[in-house]
């Protein structure tokens, strides 16, 4: 393992990678030369926590900004309120313009472990993510200038598109490895997966046009095939939304005008937009490649859905899902039925089901959910819906959620 790259301190791996997925170790904020701690302040251990994994991921072919599923951020309750605040911030900032390269990175971590930094933490490391958001025609002038880092430090590009960064979910756990503030475990998706996957799409196409079917000439030889048959699938999305939303519609219309009342029912329940039983809410969230709106199912507003991104065709589906205290104050089988209901109908919106489901993780807040709500969450599990609860100290996202007392992450895929 390179010395910029942080080594690991237990007996576990690093990453692993299972369906062009890449699970990756929870990073803390050791200087990779010396594996100490390298600065108590909050600004520094973030940003150094972050630039560990952000190594690793592209040691394994991807990124923690442009391939980034989501991350998860650990914060200690050691950190006072400030010191939490900073994490967060620090981490948004970086969700929203991405780390610096690795050898500037490198070179700022080397100074302020010689003391070389003049400014105060705070301000130096506002002032490099603040110089990597610019992004500035002199900054690529003077990189040209200087040489380019070795291509084993390089972020991989993806194979078409650009998407945009993963959500965070910020959980407070009482301690964390060698006293550390903050522990960053982002996943991502494998680049090379992807383009094995569309470069077997190509020769599918290929195959198809020397047997007499639909001719795409530069196919071969190009992406412009993988390009159009996006483009189509988004197209079918679509059309598939909005004869949902018009059946939607009309089952509304029928109901409220008392006219077959019940084949209204039907097709709500037929098409995951809710029940008599739990009502029906909607917003738009953002998200990167296929943006669908996020249905809520629960009248109250008690189980919300804050994202739901469709990424490259299937390759993964991220949803992310807010709980609010009073869900908790109801019968816990009504809850997990409500959230399997939610869950269903944020997948419906992307062609998918439980079936696809390939990984579910679930936090609660124990300051917010009452004791026996809490030691009943694992009974009257849906059988299809067996997901693990983990009990933490806080809650918060990147997504606009207000008392979260639970937190709920789903990934899944078409393929």
Request: glycine share 6%.
């Amino acid at each position: 393992m390179h010395c910029r790259r942080q080594r690991c301190i237990g007996p576990c791996s690093q990453a692993n990678t299972f369906c062009g997925i890449t699970h990756i170790a929870g990073a803390i904020p050791l200087y990779p030369a010396t594996m100490a701690v390298l600065s108590p302040e909050p600004h520094l251990q973030t940003l150094l926590a972050a630039a560990n994994a952000q190594a690793v991921a592209i040691a394994t072919g991807s990124c923690m900004h442009f391939e980034c599923l989501s991350s998860i951020v650990y914060l200690s309750s050691a950190a006072d309120v400030e010191a939490k605040e900073v994490i967060k911030r620090v981490m948004c900032d970086i969700q929203k313009a991405g780390l610096p390269p690795a050898h500037k990175l490198h070179d700022f971590f080397e100074k302020v472990a010689s003391g070389r930094v003049s400014h105060p933490p705070a301000e130096a490391v506002a002032a490099l993510l603040n110089h990597q958001q610019a992004g500035n025609e002199e900054e690529n002038e003077e990189e040209e200038e200087e040489g380019q880092p070795d291509p084993y430090l390089c972020p991989p590009q993806a194979p078409v598109l650009t998407v945009m960064p993963g959500h965070l979910v910020f959980v407070e756990v009482p301690a964390l490895p060698r006293s550390c503030l903050v522990e960053v475990q982002p996943t991502v998706l494998d680049v090379r997966w992807l383009r094995a996957r569309a470069a077997s799409r190509l020769q599918s196409y290929s195959t198809s046009s020397s047997s007499g079917g639909i001719s795409h000439p530069d196919d071969a030889t190009s992406e412009e095939g993988w390009m159009e048959e996006r483009e189509e699938f988004e197209e079918r999305q679509a059309a598939r939304r909005e004869r949902k939303e018009a059946a939607s519609m009309q089952a509304n219309e029928n109901s409220v005008r008392g006219l077959g009342g019940r084949i209204g029912q039907q097709q709500h329940h037929e098409y995951g937009h809710g029940s008599q039983e739990l009502g029906s809410a909607s917003a738009v969230k953002r998200c990167g490649g296929t943006c669908v709106p996020c249905s809520s199912s629960n009248s109250s507003g008690s189980i919300m859905c804050l994202s739901s991104r469709g990424l490259y065709q299937g390759a993964a589906i991220m949803l992310l899902l807010g709980i609010k205290p009073d869900a908790f104050d109801q019968e816990i089988d009504l809850t997990h039925r409500q959230l399997r209901h939610e869950v269903l109908a944020a997948l419906d919106q992307h062609g998918a089901g439980m079936q696809h489901i390939v990984q579910i993780r679930a936090w609660y807040d124990i300051t917010q959910v009452a004791l026996p709500s809490a030691q009943s969450l694992q009974s009257n599990m849906p059988t299809d819906f067996n997901l693990s609860w983990s009990p933490v100290l806080g809650l918060g996202t990147s997504e606009s959620m207000t008392s979260a007392a639970a937190v709920v992450e789903v990934i899944a895929q078409l393929i």
